[in-house]
Each structure stands twice: as C-alpha cells, then as structure tokens.
C-alpha cells in the first residue's frame, strides 16, 4: 500500500520513495480520474529562494528554513497568483 503526498509548497502530489529521505515519485495526473493535476510551481520556489539567499539553493539545503514563513506552505505562490 502507498500513501498520497501532497507538497503544499511546490503544490506537487507523489508518491514516496522508501530509500530514507524525502524523495518521491511526483504525479502530472489524477489516478483515478486520469486529469491532469495542477502544475508544480518547484522551480518557481528555487528561483523565489535564490533571490531571497543570494545564491544557489537545493531541495535538502538546511538554509531553506531561514526563509520566510510563507515560503514554508503554499502561501508564497497563492500570494504571487500562480
């Protein structure tokens, strides 16, 4: 059985990959409908963070704690109209 997962913050459904972090399997489309889910709004958010930091940032670096509050659920791009 495998769970749904849903990334508020990159608006990514998947499903986990079970080698220890945090990776998974990302879906473009429902699975029991067959419609597309909404785009994943993941290279927005690392070119919002770069701008923010300063410099280039990846999925597992700790310094994306210190951004924002919004930037830590989907309040950043529902804000920005994505």
């Given at each position: 059985?495998?769970?749904?997962i849903?990334?508020?913050v ?7 990959v ?7 399997t ?5 699975p029991?409908?067959g419609?597309?889910l ?6 927005a ?37 994505l």
């Open positions: 059985q495998q769970p749904l849903y990334s508020p990159f608006r990514e459904f998947g499903m986990p079970f080698d220890g972090g945090p990776a998974m990302t879906l473009r489309f429902d029991w409908t419609k597309p909404p785009e994943s709004v993941r290279d958010f690392f070119d919002e963070a770069e701008k923010i930091l300063g410099h280039e940032v990846g999925v597992l670096d700790e310094e994306l704690e210190t951004l924002p509050a919004s930037y830590q659920s989907e309040a950043w791009w529902i804000k920005k109209g």
